[in-house]
């Protein structure tokens, strides 16, 4: 005879969103990410980010905004002046954004609004480098929708992690890029096993369901 299922299994991991548990986590949408002229050539990044990416970001923030979800922003910034604070990681790669720079501020398509939280980070999760889970934690979110950049490095480190910590977490499959589109979708593919993967009519749609009727 088999044993009893669990009662704590669940069946999917499409569970019904509620306001009050679920934040929309915007990472790296910042000046410097966006700087064409002065970071590496990747021409599929940018055109990939301005012509799709960033205005589904944008609707995503109107959505939850307007249906009373926590917006949460996590930007690449030092603490320190000389950048001391930095991850190896960081200091490798040589990523340098100046506290209060304009570098680290979000872009003005995305901007934050009144005192939606930005959170700086020194690491690819910012799990990792910040005190967010201690923040949601309070606010009593379980829920995390993850947006941004880049796919397959800083979305991919925060979900697996968010994964891993307990939280139900979702991917915007059109709500986040990479270097190139091949890279994009062979990160998403390494990922799935750990997020719900929603695109953004898709969560917009889940949102007008389980929201304003829960």
Known sequence: MSAPRQQDIF?????PLRRERTGLLVIDVQNWVMDEANRQPRPEFYAAARGEVIPN??????ATRAHGVEVIYTV??????????????????NFFIPKG????QVIDEVAPR????VIPKTSSSLFNSTNFEYLVRNIGLDTIIVTGFLTDQCVDHTIRDGADRGFHMICVSDGCATDTQARHVSALDAFKGYC???TTDSL????ERDIVSG
Do not use: C, F, H
């Open 11 to 15: 069946e999917t991991r499409a569970q």
């Open 57 to 62: 970001i944008a609707r995503l923030i109107d």
């Open 76 to 93: 690449m910034e030092n603490y320190t002046e000389d950048g001391r604070d930095r991850s190896l990681d960081y200091k490798l790669s």
């Open 101 to 104: 720079s304009v570098d680290a």
């Open 114 to 117: 009144g005192d939606e939280m």
């Open 196 to 198: 719900r993967m929603e």
């Open 204 to 207: 917009i749609a889940a949102m």
